[in-house]
C-alpha cells in the first residue's frame, strides 16, 4: 500500500482545522554529539586533583585516631603490662628483658607493638625496686631506637642484693638475681638518691681476688660476685653501709669470704669483726649492742670458703637501715672486709 506524506500546502490546512496542534520548530538539521577521549581523560584529572587531598586528609585522621588511640589508653596499656611483672621473681631478668625483639598487645583490634626493658645499673630511686622501661611504637617495624612513646616504671621487690666491692656495673648470677654495684650513697652523683650503699668518710678501699671454693648452692657467677670486696682502713674504723627502706621487720645478710692465706688464729694474723645495725645514726648505731663478736670468717669457714650471716632487724619511722662492721674489740690484727650483703622484708 502507498502512504503519501501530507504537503507543505495540505500541513497548512490540517493547521488551520487543528489550531491546537503544535509543530516543533526546525532544528537546523545539527544532531547531539558524545564526549571525546581527551575531555574524559581531563573530567578524571581534575576529579583526581579534587579527591586526592580529601584522602590524604582521612589517611592522616585514620593514623591520628591510632596515635590518640595509644596516648589516651596508654595508661591502661602500662597497667596491663607492669601488672604482669614480678619483681620477686628469682628469674626476674631473664623473663622480663625482651633485648631486642618487641612484642605486640592487642586491644579493640589494634595492634601495639612495644618493648619492655629492665635497668640493671643503679638508678633506682629506692633500695628495694626494680626499674624497668617501657617502649611503645606506632606500628609493628618501627626502629626500636624511636619509641612513640616511654615510661619508666619502679617494680617494687622484697629483696635486694649488692655486690661489695664491685663498683662499675650490676651482674647477674646463675638464679638471675640482680646484684647492684657497691657505690656512695652519699655522693654527689647520688644526691637525693635512695640508693643502697656505703658512706664516703669511711669507704676504705676495694680489692678482687679468685681465692674461693664454691660450696654447695652457690652459683658459678658467684665466684665473680663474692670475689670483690671492700675493707676497712684499719681495725679501728668501721665499714658504714646505709639501706633505705619501709618499716617493718627484714632478714639481712652478710656475705663473707676470707682471701688472705696468712690469715689464722694466731696474733698478729687474725681478723675479727664486731657488727652492729640500727636505723639510727652511725654513732648511736656504733654506741649500741653489736649484733654479732669477734665474728671471724677463718674461724667459722677456713680459707676460701664463703660464709653468711642472717639477722632478723626491724626497720621504724626513721625508714633506713645502718650497717656498721668493725674490728672486733677482743683483738683484731687485720682490718674488717665484707663481700657481699642483701636485704629482704619479712612482714
Not at 13 to 21: A, G, Q, T, W, Y
Not at 73 to 91: C, E, F, K, N, Q
Not at 208 to 221: E, H, K, P, R, V
Amino acid at each position: 500500500m502507498e502512504v503519501s506524506l501530507p504537503s507543505t500546502a495540505s500541513k497548512r490546512e490540517m493547521d488551520s482545522h487543528h489550531p491546537n496542534i503544535l509543530i516543533p520548530p526546525a532544528t537546523g538539521g545539527q544532531a547531539h554529539r558524545g564526549a571525546s577521549l581527551i575531555e574524559i581523560l581531563i573530567s578524571f584529572a581534575l576529579l583526581s586533583i579534587l579527591i586526592l587531598p580529601i584522602m590524604l586528609i582521612l589517611g592522616n585522621a585514620s593514623k591520628n585516631n591510632i596515635l590518640s588511640y595509644i596516648t589516651n589508653s596508654r595508661s591502661m596499656l602500662i597497667g596491663s603490662v607492669v601488672d604482669g611483672l614480678d619483681a620477686d621473681d628469682p628469674t626476674f631478668v631473664q623473663d622480663e628483658d625482651m633485648g631486642s625483639t618487641s612484642q605486640t598487645i592487642t586491644d579493640a583490634n589494634t595492634p601495639i607493638p612495644y618493648l619492655l626493658k629492665v635497668d640493671t645499673s643503679n638508678s633506682v630511686s629506692d633500695s628495694l625496686k626494680h626499674r624497668v622501661y617501657l617502649y611503645v611504637y606506632k606500628a609493628v617495624g618501627d626502629a626500636l631506637s624511636s619509641p612513640f612513646y616511654t615510661s619508666t616504671q619502679d617494680i617494687r621487690t622484697d629483696r635486694i642484693y649488692m655486690d661489695v666491692g664491685n663498683t662499675t656495673s650490676s651482674k647477674v648470677d646463675d638464679n638471675q638475681q640482680v646484684w647492684v654495684p657497691d657505690v656512695a650513697t652519699d655522693s654527689a652523683a647520688n644526691s637525693g638518691k635512695l640508693v643502697p650503699g656505703y658512706i664516703t668518710a669511711n669507704a676504705g678501699s676495694t680489692g678482687t681476688s679468685s681465692n674461693i671454693t664454691l660450696t654447695s648452692g652457690s652459683s658459678t657467677n658467684m665466684l665473680t660476685i663474692l670475689g670483690s670486696y671492700r675493707q676497712a682502713a684499719n681495725t679501728s674504723t668501721a665499714l658504714e653501709y646505709t639501706l633505705y627502706l619501709d618499716t617493718g621487720s627484714y632478714l639481712v645478710q652478710l656475705y663473707f669470704v676470707e682471701m688472705d692465706n696468712t690469715v689464722n688464729t694466731s696474733v698478729g694474723h687474725r681478723r675479727a669483726m664486731d657488727i652492729f645495725m640500727d636505723d639510727d645514726t652511725f654513732a648511736n648505731t656504733l654506741a649500741g649492742t653489736a649484733e654479732k663478736t669477734s665474728f671471724s670468717p677463718y674461724s667459722s669457714a677456713g680459707y676460701k670458703n664463703p660464709v653468711i650471716l642472717s639477722f632478723i632487724k626491724t626497720v621504724g619511722a626513721n625508714k633506713y637501715l645502718n650497717i656498721a662492721i668493725k674490728g672486733a674489740a677482743a683483738g683484731t690484727d687485720l682490718a674488717p672486709q665484707l663481700s657481699g650483703l642483701s636485704v629482704q622484708r619479712i612482714y
